[in-house]
């Protein structure tokens, strides 16, 4: 199994910058890919940016060039750098990562951390 710990969300104003960080820990072998989705109240969860073993990243649309994942090589972290926030960047961001144990994947997911921004 593989736990993964959420912090840094919380309340910023329009413009303003959070980093959210997830720590995994457990049986982090055979992690090929990392990530962080988000679900507003009524949506349903989306992918936000998603970062691979051989470091390459994927971001949606609506948060390319404002935010960053990164992550260190043993994978045990991820972090995600959200930069010029928005109203609707508001939602509860989750952390995942996945694995792949003899050609089976297996998600697994934070416990979420709400981020709000308003003024």
């Known amino acids: 199994q593989v736990q993964l710990v959420e912090s840094g969300g919380g309340l910023v104003q329009p413009g303003g910058s959070l980093r959210l960080s997830c720590a995994t820990s457990?049986?982090?072998?055979?992690?090929?890919?990392m990530g962080w989705y988000r679900q507003a109240p009524g949506k349903q969860r989306e992918l936000v940016a998603s970062?691979?073993?051989?470091?390459?990243?994927n971001y949606a649309d609506s948060v390319k060039d404002r935010f960053t994942i990164s992550r260190d090589r043993a994978k045990k972290w991820v972090d995600l750098q959200m930069n010029t926030l928005k109203a609707e960047d508001t939602a509860v961001y989750y952390c995942?990562?996945?694995?792949?144990?003899?050609?089976?994947?297996?998600?697994?997911w934070g416990q979420g951390t709400q981020v709000t921004v308003s003024s």
């Open positions: 995942n990562v996945r694995r792949n144990i003899i050609g089976l994947t297996y998600n697994y």
């Open positions: 970062i691979t073993d051989g470091g390459i990243t």
């Open positions: 457990g049986s982090i072998g055979n992690i090929y890919a």
